[in-house]
Nanobody
């Protein structure tokens, strides 16, 4: 059974940092593209970042470039999303997901949510003073 479990969310002040973890079980996450998504209240879910398989190529949506970093730890079967310089608009439930696409889930240069078949339950990130 494929399972993804996110952790690391919480309440942080603007300008602060958090590091989210996505732990996979039941499969080798290095064989799958992994994406991070977020959904703010009243808004649609959006793709934030993704990482490919063999070459560990990464993608970031424009609003998080330079602030977020996605990385794999194969030994721990885990993908991290390190978030720095957090802003109130980063407040959302963050989800990780897995796709069979080796490029990390990109279609026409954008993260395609429909390409992801396995999802975690999400972790809440709140940025507020």
């Amino acid at each position: 059974q494929y399972q993804l479990v996110e952790s690391g969310g919480g309440l942080v002040q603007p300008g602060g940092s958090l590091k989210l973890a996505c732990v996979a079980s039941g499969f080798n996450s290095e064989d799958y593209g992994i994406g991070w998504f977020r959904q703010a209240p009243g808004k649609e879910r959006e793709g934030v970042s993704c990482i490919s398989t063999a070459e560990y190529e990464t993608y970031y949506t424009d609003s998080v470039k330079g602030r977020f970093t996605i990385a794999r730890d194969g030994a721990k079967n885990t993908v991290y999303l390190e978030m720095k310089s957090l802003k109130p608009e980063d407040t959302a439930v963050y989800f990780c997901a897995a796709t069979v696409l080796s490029n990390g889930g990109l279609v026409d240069g954008q993260i395609s949510e429909s390409e992801f078949d396995w999802w975690g339950q999400g972790t809440q990130v709140t940025v507020a003073s």
